[in-house]
């Protein structure tokens, strides 16, 4: 009976979210082919583990949430495939939206403004119109696109700003007669309705004294999303979805009969067509046009976006005097740069809108998720196949392009490392295409003499695995940009090379009776790379050890050392942006790790390896 209450609960979240998903992932991925794949895929991932309680509302939405993110911009970067030919019929989810409910004015207008955003931004919209209808809280929308709660707070309203512009362009487009000036701005440009172009509009817009935004004309765009219903699914989809995953005795789940597969290099995405990208008009297209609305947008509400980098004033100013601000495309806002000033992320994916696209980007990293978080450096030796599969780890890696020395146990995964530049071949780069999604860059490359310059030229052949890339790590300075890794980054940004995530080396020195300092350190430290790169952040080493007085290093206690862990990972976990921990190490036999080692040398367990069985 418990079971199939349990199965029963589950089936009525997912019933219950499916048009949330299904509109999000539409008004996101506008124009994608495969929306509908999108959507089964989120569903089928945010299935949650049968022994949890489905009855728990709100850490199945924050699952779901996280997962349709991520989803979403695997398939926005283009690292899905494509479907067959065929798949993109009613691909304009704006038009069919429309369509379906029958939207008019102010309502449609914003749906249609909303291709004039990118790809981030219309997420932001996406999860931002459910937020207005109340289907979520404001935190929930920070936790799932990876923001700090202020940070959500300053990305939501210059999301309101560029909708705006883009409100004000698509309204003066309409206009009939067409502004000559507008006409004159227009003409001859054939792009899409990306930013940039609606940027370049919006400068005419906002000072044509023809299209200037008038007071009282329009609605704010939070209170018509409020309003505005939702689009709904297709019939059929909701009986392509999932069941419960089914259980075997005592409520627990069936063993699999194998090791799942791992999944292949994703394909790229070819440049977006049809419906979906608006042409911009000629001088022709611009005199015919009819069906127009002679309204503008309010001036003291209406503020276009454009450019890159640090927001700027444009000289320009609206409505009550408010200047016309200038910044890139959305990424996770920065709360504190190097040296505590506040900065913004150096890098979008690791390059700039300047910079050459890179050859292969993928999205970042898993999405927040506990149960892929907890992992652990290994070293081969006797015994560690076996320490490795009893310590609870959800995955390791052994500084090294595939396990060495070491069986990984079912259910563990093994994530490869191109350690040096001695790595970089055709023959290793091939065998780490083999290992999964993930390959971490270069270990300690400032102790070990690999230059910026020469970790830079060979970068691109670690891109061209497909994989998702994580930054050099370097022994420590990850949140300053003048060291090795922040002069790697920025070299990066100029040359358009892709990193997905941020890897992370701390090790608590001082202090080691005050393990609270010492996790609010590590914290601090974490937070401080996060504001200033805005990435994902695996912390691939970390424990109680120092290593500066002599040769030998110096450990804590065995019971400090497991209260820190205890501490630092029950912290770890409620960091939205570190997506995966590594716990140096797990040791068992060969070099001593002293305390915190999880296995001594006879491969017993010590005081660690049962704080790090019960880690989060």
Same mark, same amino acid.
Request: aromatic share 6%.
């Given at each position: 009976?418990?079971?199939?209450?349990?199965?029963?609960?589950?089936?009525?979240?997912?019933?219950?979210?499916?048009?949330?998903?299904?509109?999000?992932?539409?008004?996101?991925?506008?124009?994608?082919?495969?929306?509908?794949?999108?959507?089964?895929?989120?569903?089928?991932?945010?299935?949650?583990?049968?022994?949890?309680?489905?009855?728990?509302?709100?850490?199945?939405?924050?699952?779901?949430?996280?997962?349709?993110?991520?989803?979403?911009?695997?398939?926005?970067?283009?690292?899905?495939?494509?479907?067959?030919?065929?798949?993109?019929?009613?691909?304009?989810?704006?038009?069919?939206?429309?369509?379906?409910?029958?939207?008019?004015?102010?309502?449609?207008?914003?749906?249609?403004?909303?291709?004039?955003?990118?790809?981030?931004?219309?997420?932001?919209?996406?999860?931002?119109?459910?937020?207005?209808?109340?289907?979520?809280?404001?935190?929930?929308?920070?936790?799932?696109?990876?923001?700090?709660?202020?940070?959500?707070?300053?990305?939501?309203?210059?999301?309101?700003?560029?909708?705006?512009?883009?409100?004000?362009?698509?309204?003066?487009?309409?206009?009939?007669?067409?502004?000559?000036?507008?006409?004159?701005?227009?003409?001859?440009?054939?792009?899409?309705?990306?930013?940039?172009?609606?940027?370049?509009?919006?400068?005419?817009?906002?000072?044509?004294?023809?299209?200037?935004?008038?007071?009282?004309?329009?609605?704010?765009?939070?209170?018509?999303?409020?309003?505005?219903?939702?689009?709904?699914?297709?019939?059929?989809?909701?009986?392509?979805?999932?069941?419960?995953?089914?259980?075997?005795?005592?409520?627990?789940?069936?063993?699999?009969?194998?090791?799942?597969?791992?999944?292949?290099?994703?394909?790229?995405?070819?440049?977006?067509?049809?419906?979906?990208?608006?042409?911009?008009?000629?001088?022709?297209?611009?005199?015919?046009?009819?069906?127009?609305?002679?309204?503008?947008?309010?001036?003291?509400?209406?503020?276009?976006?454009?450019?890159?980098?640090?927001?700027?004033?444009?000289?320009?100013?609206?409505?009550?005097?408010?200047?016309?601000?200038?910044?890139?495309?959305?990424?996770?806002?920065?709360?504190?740069?190097?040296?505590?000033?506040?900065?913004?992320?150096?890098?979008?994916?690791?390059?700039?809108?300047?910079?050459?696209?890179?050859?292969?980007?993928?999205?970042?990293?898993?999405?927040?998720?506990?149960?892929?978080? =907890?992992?652990?450096?290994?070293?081969?030796?006797?015994?560690?196949?076996?320490?490795?599969?009893?310590?609870?780890?959800?995955?390791?890696?052994?500084?090294?392009?595939?396990?060495?020395?070491?069986?990984?146990?079912?259910?563990?995964?093994?994530?490869?490392?191109?350690?040096?530049?001695?790595?970089?071949?055709?023959?290793?780069?091939?065998?780490?295409?083999?290992?999964?999604?993930?390959?971490?860059?270069?270990?300690?490359?400032?102790?070990?003499?690999?230059?910026?310059?020469?970790?830079?030229?060979?970068?691109?052949?670690?891109?061209?695995?497909?994989?998702?890339?994580?930054?050099?790590?370097?022994?420590?300075?990850?949140?300053?940009?003048?060291?090795?890794?922040?002069?790697?980054?920025?070299?990066?940004?100029?040359?358009?090379?892709?990193?997905?995530?941020?890897?992370?080396?701390?090790?608590?020195?001082?202090?080691?009776?005050?393990?609270?300092?010492?996790?609010?350190?590590? =914290?601090?430290?974490?937070?401080?790379?996060?504001?200033?790169?805005? =990435?994902?952040?695996?912390?691939?080493?970390?424990?109680?050890?120092?290593?500066?007085?002599?040769?030998?290093?110096?450990?804590?206690?065995?019971?400090?050392?497991?209260?820190?862990?205890?501490?630092?990972?029950?912290?770890?976990?409620?960091?939205?942006?570190?997506?995966?921990?590594?716990?140096?190490?797990?040791?068992?036999?060969?070099?001593?790790?002293?305390?915190?080692?999880?296995?001594? =040398?006879?491969?017993?367990?010590?005081?660690?390896?049962?704080?790090?069985?019960?880690?989060?």
């Amino acid at each position: 009976m418990e079971n199939t209450n349990s199965r029963s609960a589950l089936d009525g979240l997912t019933s219950a979210h499916l048009p949330l998903v299904y509109n999000v992932v539409g008004l996101a991925l506008n124009g994608h082919p495969d929306r509908a794949g999108v959507v089964r895929e989120t569903m089928t991932a945010a299935v949650p583990d049968p022994r949890a309680d489905p009855r728990t509302e709100a850490a199945f939405r924050r699952r779901l949430l996280a997962t349709c993110v991520s989803r979403v911009r695997e398939a926005s970067q283009g690292t899905r495939p494509r479907p067959a030919a065929g798949g993109a019929a009613d691909s304009d989810f704006v038009q069919l939206a429309v369509r379906r409910l029958r939207l008019a004015g102010e309502q449609r207008e914003l749906l249609e403004a909303s291709r004039w955003l990118g790809d981030e931004d219309r997420l932001m919209l996406a999860l931002w119109w459910q937020e207005a209808r109340g289907a979520l809280h404001r935190d929930e929308l920070a936790t799932a696109l990876g923001l700090f709660p202020d940070a959500a707070v300053e990305a939501v309203t210059r999301l309101a700003r560029q909708l705006d512009a883009s409100r004000a362009v698509e309204r003066a487009l309409r206009r009939d007669p067409a502004c000559p000036g507008l006409m004159a701005a227009a003409d001859g440009r054939d792009g899409p309705a990306d930013p940039a172009a609606r940027d370049r509009l919006a400068q005419h817009v906002l000072g044509c004294r023809a299209c200037a935004p008038r007071p009282g004309e329009v609605s704010p765009a939070k209170r018509l999303l409020a309003d505005l219903p939702l689009a709904p699914p297709p019939p059929g989809l909701g009986e392509e979805l999932p069941r419960p995953v089914p259980l075997a005795d005592h409520g627990r789940p069936a063993e699999p009969s194998r090791r799942p597969p791992r999944p292949a290099v994703p394909a790229r995405r070819p440049a977006a067509s049809g419906p979906a990208r608006r042409r911009l008009p000629t001088r022709s297209t611009l005199v015919i046009i009819s069906a127009a609305v002679a309204l503008c947008l309010v001036g003291g509400i209406v503020t276009a976006v454009r450019g890159s980098g640090s927001r700027a004033a444009s000289g320009l100013t609206i409505g009550d005097g408010t200047p016309l601000v200038t910044t890139g495309p959305s990424a996770p806002p920065s709360l504190a740069g190097e040296g505590g000033a506040a900065s913004g992320p150096a890098t979008g994916s690791a390059s700039s809108p300047g910079a050459k696209a890179s050859a292969n980007t993928p999205p970042p990293p898993d999405s927040f998720s506990l149960a892929a978080q =907890k992992g652990v450096g290994a070293s081969a030796g006797d015994g560690v196949s076996t320490a490795l599969a009893v310590s609870g780890t959800s995955w390791y890696y052994d500084w090294e392009p595939s396990p060495s020395g070491i069986v990984t146990p079912p259910g563990v995964t093994f994530v490869p490392m191109i350690k040096d530049a001695s790595d970089v071949s055709t023959t290793v780069l091939n065998e780490v295409r083999q290992e999964g999604r993930y390959l971490l860059g270069f270990n300690e490359p400032d102790r070990q003499n690999l230059t910026v310059d020469h970790a830079l030229a060979l970068w691109p052949q670690l891109e061209a695995t497909g994989m998702l890339l994580g930054s050099p790590a370097i022994a420590y300075g990850t949140n300053r940009k003048t060291s090795w890794l922040g002069q790697f980054m920025l070299g990066a940004q100029a040359h358009g090379y892709r990193v997905d995530f941020v890897a992370a080396h701390w090790y608590g020195q001082h202090n080691w009776d005050n393990i609270a300092a010492n996790v609010a350190e590590l =914290k601090r430290y974490l937070t401080q790379t996060y504001a200033l790169w805005g =990435k994902p952040i695996w912390l691939t080493e970390f424990s109680l050890i120092d290593f500066q007085d002599g040769p030998t290093p110096q450990y804590p206690t065995a019971a400090q050392q497991a209260a820190f862990l205890t501490a630092a990972t029950t912290m770890l976990s409620t960091m939205h942006f570190v997506h995966r921990y590594a716990w140096y190490a797990l040791s068992a036999s060969g070099t001593s790790k002293g305390t915190a080692a999880l296995y001594d =040398k006879t491969a017993a367990a010590t005081a660690a390896a049962a704080a790090f069985k019960n880690a989060p």
